[in-house]
T-cell receptor, first 116, second 114 residues
Framework: EAEVAQSPRYKITEKSQAVAFWCDPI?????LYWYRQILGQGPELLVQFQDESVVDDSQLPKDRFSAERLKGVDSTLKIQPAELGDSAMYLC??????????????FGQGTRLTVV | AQSVTQPDIHITVSEGASLELRCNYS??????LFWYVQSPGQGLQLLLKYFSGDTLVQGIKGFEAEFKRSQSSFNLRKPSVHWSDAAEYFC????????????FGKGTTLSVSS
C-alpha cells in the first residue's frame, strides 16, 4: 500500500544547530503539506505545496524555517537555527488533488524533533 | 476565523460501552469535516469525512459521526468500544479554497478500561 515516507523518525539536535526533515509523498500526489504538532496539541499547518509551488506558508516562521519541493515530488523542511520551542512532531501529508477537500490527505508517521 | 473545538481533553470509557466525542466548529460557509485518529508515535489516519448529503456518515472501524448545522457540531460515536480504540482523536475542518488545508482541534485522548 502506498504511503507517505518521512525521515528521520526521530531527531535530537542542540539549539542553534540546523536540522532538516525529508518527505516523499505518495506517487502522483500534487499537493503536499507540512504540519507541526506540539505535544498535546492538534497539528498546525506550516506550509502547503501544489506541485513545486508554495500555496500557503503564512504560518511558517520564515526567519528560521524554510521548505522546498524543487521537482514537485519530495520535499525538505529545514530549521536553522533550531530553538527549544521547536521540539514537536513534524508531519508530512499529501493529497491527490489540491482544489477540493473531497480527496483524502494521507499522513506520514512524522519526525519527532527534540531540541536540547 | 475558522476554528475547531474539542471540549473534552481526556475521556475514559469501559470496554464494550458506547462512545461519543464532541467537536464544534466555527466556519462561515458549509464546512468539510473530518475525524482522524492517531496512535502514539504515529501519523494520522482518517476515520470519516463529511462534505454534503446525509448528515450521518459512516467510517472505518465502526465509527460514525453526525453533522448538525444548527449546533455547529460533528460528534463522533461508536456503539461499543474496543481496547484497541485507545488513541487520540482529532476533529478537523477543511477550508474550501485552492490548496485546501485542514484546521485541527486540540484532540481528545481516549482511554479504554477493562
Amino acid at each position: 500500500e502506498a504511503e507517505v515516507a518521512q525521515s528521520p523518525r526521530y531527531k535530537i539536535t542542540e539549539k542553534s544547530q540546523a536540522v532538516a526533515f525529508w518527505c516523499d509523498p505518495i506517487s502522483g500526489h500534487a499537493t503536499l503539506y507540512w504540519y507541526r504538532q506540539i505535544l498535546g496539541q492538534g497539528p498546525e499547518l506550516l506550509v502547503q505545496f501544489q506541485d513545486e509551488s508554495v500555496v500557503d506558508d503564512s504560518q511558517l516562521p520564515k526567519d528560521r524555517f524554510s521548505a522546498e519541493r524543487l521537482k514537485g515530488v519530495d520535499s525538505t523542511l529545514k530549521i536553522q537555527p533550531a530553538e527549544l520551542g521547536d521540539s514537536a512532531m513534524y508531519l508530512c501529508a499529501s493529497r491527490l488533488q489540491g482544489t477540493h477537500p473531497n480527496t483524502e490527505a494521507f499522513f506520514g508517521q512524522g519526525t519527532r524533533l527534540t531540541v536540547v | 476565523a475558522q476554528s475547531v473545538t474539542q471540549p473534552d481533553i481526556h475521556i475514559t470509557v469501559s470496554e464494550g460501552a458506547s462512545l461519543e466525542l464532541r467537536c464544534n466548529y466555527s466556519y462561515g460557509a458549509t464546512p468539510y469535516l473530518f475525524w482522524y485518529v492517531q496512535s502514539p508515535g504515529q501519523g494520522l489516519q482518517l476515520l470519516l469525512k463529511y462534505f454534503s448529503g446525509d448528515t450521518l456518515v459512516q467510517g472505518i472501524k465502526g465509527f460514525e459521526a453526525e453533522f448538525k448545522r444548527s449546533q455547529s457540531s460533528f460528534n463522533l460515536r461508536k456503539p461499543s468500544v474496543h481496547w484497541s480504540d485507545a488513541a487520540e482523536y482529532f476533529c478537523a475542518v477543511g477550508i474550501n479554497q485552492a490548496g485546501t488545508a485542514l484546521i485541527f482541534g486540540k484532540g481528545t485522548t481516549l482511554s479504554v478500561s477493562s
